[in-house]
């Protein structure tokens, strides 16, 4: 008796699905503690100088990538584990 794989082992995920993955791997909710980076604005009465706010937004996008990347290094670097932890490995 010939065995067959599961239809779905070799499934690829439609490009909308990539996408909604790849945002999910790079944690946007956590991207609001980076707007931190606004509050020396705020203090000094200069959040409405056009300059300093570019300064800043560029500054918070920066944030951003990095700890994006950083948690997409993470993920990487903790995959093996991941894969035997009880509830990690649940995860999609």
């Not at 991207?31 to 706010?53: C, Q, R, T």
Request: proline share 7%; glycine share 2%; net charge positive.
């Amino acid at each position: 008796m010939e065995q067959t794989a599961p239809e779905n082992q070799n499934v690829r995920p439609s490009m909308s699905e990539t996408a909604v993955l790849l945002i999910k791997q790079l944690r946007p909710k956590q991207w609001v503690k980076n707007a931190i980076v606004y509050m020396p604005l705020l203090f000094v009465g200069k959040f409405d100088d056009p300059n300093l706010f570019i300064s800043a937004t560029g500054a918070t996008i920066a944030f951003c990538l990095v700890s994006s990347s950083i948690y997409v290094l993470n993920d990487i670097v903790d995959m093996k584990a991941d894969r035997i932890h009880p509830t990690k490995c649940k995860r999609r």
